[in-house]
Nanobody, 124 residues
Framework: QVQLVESGGGLVQAGDSLRLSCAAS????????MGWFRQAPGKEREFVAA????????SYTDSVKGRFAISRDNAMNTVYLQMNSLKPEDTAVYYC?????????????????WGQGTQVTVSS
């Protein structure tokens, strides 16, 4: 069992940066692949970024490549999402997810545990 709590969201202007954190509690955090997803009003939850349990080569959706970076600190049981050059279209609730994965996964069905989400709003 893993519990996830996101933090770091807020209201920013276009071009600004935010760093989201996801603190995990429970056993064996380092065994889980981690992902970030987001859901904008009226839209389905979509994949943003993922990192494997080893912290190896991460995966990103095309719209955030070069702007977002996912990382993890297994000693702190935390995964981060550094978001730079934010755009209004990045506005959404951002969710952290954990799954027992061999690598990275972009499909939300691959993740067993989810946080409650943190709101990110980017004004133009």
């Amino acid at each position: 069992q893993v519990q996830l709590v996101e933090s770091g969201g807020g209201l920013v202007q276009a071009g600004d940066s935010l760093r989201l954190s996801c603190a995990a509690s429970g056993r064996n955090f380092r065994m889980y692949g981690m992902g970030w997803f987001r859901q904008a009003p009226g839209k389905e939850r979509e994949f943003v970024a993922a990192i494997s349990w080893t912290g190896g080569t991460p995966s990103y959706t095309d719209s955030v490549k070069g702007r977002f970076a996912i990382s993890r600190d297994n000693a702190m049981n935390t995964v981060y999402l550094q978001m730079n050059s934010l755009k209004p279209e990045d506005t959404a609730v951002y969710y952290c997810a954990a799954g027992l994965l061999l690598g990275v996964a972009t499909d939300r069905a691959q993740y067993q545990y989810w946080g409650q989400g943190t709101q990110v709003t980017v004004s133009s």
